[in-house]
């Protein structure tokens, strides 16, 4: 008997309900990252590259940026990111045919100053690298070199995750002969 009574009281015991404490998030330390510091977005823009000379083709293509850290506070956001762009283009220079395609690869940093709660006007700068190929009935040329660019424009948040921006960027590019470009930027982001 004295063996089914303290049976029945361990069983009891272990029985009744956990009496631990509830769980509680903790709070968000000032300057610790979050989730939407290095979560990365992703930018697909369709870029019109108009030539700053006689001799420089326009050229358009694609461009994909990838934003590899965020840091923000209430009004602004700096955000660093890493782009590469596909441009082609042709011009008729003396009576013959010259086809251009570009690969420039970029680093840069946007400052994004937010204007209302759906809308930021960002500023910018980048630097990077560019190939260059050029090719005609004539000859074909190769080239490559250092290049920059500054640019500014507004990007137009639908939620959290999905923006539209346009934007204006000016482009200098260091080859054999250097060059330059005024780019309109037309594109879509994404958080995912």
């Not at 330390?29 to 989730?35: D, E, F, V």
């Not at 960002?122 to 005609?136: E, Q, R």
């Not at 939620?159 to 934007?167: C, F, T």
Request: net charge negative; hydrophobic share 40%.
């Amino acid at each position: 008997m004295k063996k089914l009574i303290a049976t029945s009281a361990i069983l009891a015991a272990l029985a009744g309900t956990a009496s631990a404490a509830p769980y509680v998030l903790p709070s968000q330390q000032t300057g610790a990252l979050t989730a939407n510091d290095v979560q990365p977005v992703y930018t697909l823009d369709a870029v019109i590259a108009l030539g700053d000379g006689a001799d420089v083709p326009d050229m358009y293509g694609p461009r994909l940026a990838l934003n590899l850290y965020n840091d923000h506070n209430d009004t602004f956001t700096h955000a660093f990111n890493l782009s590469v762009s596909a441009l082609w283009g042709s011009e008729d220079t003396e009576g013959f045919d010259i086809d251009y395609f570009m690969l420039p690869l970029t680093i840069g940093y946007d400052l994004n100053i937010e204007v209302t709660d759906k809308l930021d006007f960002y500023v910018g700068g980048k630097a990077g690298y560019a190939w260059l190929d050029a090719d005609s009935s004539y000859f074909d040329d190769s080239d490559s070199g250092f290049t920059w660019g500054v640019g500014a424009g507004f990007r137009y948040y639908f939620s959290e995750n999905i923006h539209a921006r346009v934007g204006y960027e000016f482009s200098r590019t260091y080859t054999d002969v250097p060059f330059g470009q005024h780019s309109i930027l037309i594109g879509v982001g994404c958080r995912f």
